[in-house]
């Protein structure tokens, strides 16, 4: 076990783990830290406690000092400077005529390093563009290309429930999300509706898959033959999570269906497969391009 501090350096960004180097941290302080980027300026999330040696990256790390009022006017200034550099960067790209999208630009603390961060359909020749930004800050540049869903994670916005999106208010990584969640949650497949902003499947698909997936294993299927307390019948609609199905009795005449939980009826035979999985087939080739 190791005794470590968690520090986040973007809000709703990854958390790192330090060695506190018996400095006494509260939550919400800054402290200046060395990373594989260089020295840097985070927010303690977590304070002082145990986790285990496999959750560490080697060697951890310890925290260099509490941040002091100049190292937090030196992070404005950071910011000031980062702003600066992104009109210039969008210059040089439009002089390179370069098929890229600026999001981002971010000062190391030391300002050792700038980091512009950009998306592309394609990989983007940027060399020339390299010599120019470096011509201009002389100071190590990356630039470094990003997918659709860390744009939205950095550029933030409401999804469609009209609040804040997950991925730039709470979640720290992204889960892969796959079409097969949408039917399994009865969703409707139109991409309109089950995709983000980023254009992506919603991370929210996410959330209750478990549960679907328990209730899945334990609930008969549309079209399965079931015995009911009034006899056998077909399964015709399935409400998951209510736990509900309504069957039509093999030896009822009337047109209405008659609704059960599932705890009182038992699977007779359950539904063939095939047509189940050429539709899944249809679907994922029509809808793909959503999952990331």
Avoid: W
């Amino acid at each position: 076990m190791a005794s470590v501090i968690g520090v986040r350096f973007r809000y709703a960004g990854k958390i790192y783990y330090f060695d506190p180097a018996g400095i006494d941290l509260n939550l919400g302080e800054k402290v200046i830290v060395e990373t594989a980027r260089g020295v840097e300026c985070g927010e303690v999330v977590n304070t002082l406690k145990e986790v285990d040696d496999s959750e560490v990256v080697a060697p951890l790390k310890k925290v260099m000092r509490k941040a002091t009022e100049e190292d937090l006017k030196q992070v404005e200034e950071n910011r000031r400077k980062a702003k600066e550099a992104f009109g210039i960067c969008l210059e040089k790209i439009k002089k390179h005529n370069l098929e890229m999208k600026l999001i981002d630009v971010e000062y190391t603390f030391d300002n050792n390093k700038i980091l512009f961060y950009f998306t592309a359909d394609g990989r983007v020749d940027f060399r020339e563009l390299v010599k120019d930004l470096a011509a201009v800050f002389r100071t190590r540049i990356e630039l470094r290309q990003i997918g659709v869903r860390d744009e939205a994670k950095m550029m933030g916005g409401l999804g469609i429930c009209g609040r804040c999106l997950c991925c730039s208010c709470h979640l720290t990584e992204f889960h892969p999300v796959s079409i097969k969640m949408a039917k399994e949650q009865s969703l409707s497949l139109n991409p309109t509706k089950i995709s983000g902003i980023c254009g992506r499947l919603m991370c929210c698909l996410k959330y209750e898959q478990e549960a679907y997936e328990d209730l899945i294993k334990r609930i008969p299927k549309v079209n399965a033959l079931v015995q009911t307390p009034d006899g056998p019948g077909t399964v015709m609609y399935v409400s998951l999570l209510e736990e509900k199905v309504k069957v039509k009795l093999d030896n009822d005449n009337e047109p209405d269906l008659k609704e059960y939980h599932a705890s009182e009826i038992q699977l007779i035979k359950d539904v063939e497969k095939g047509t189940d999985e050429e539709e899944e087939e249809i679907d994922i080739e029509l809808l793909k391009q959503l999952e990331d």
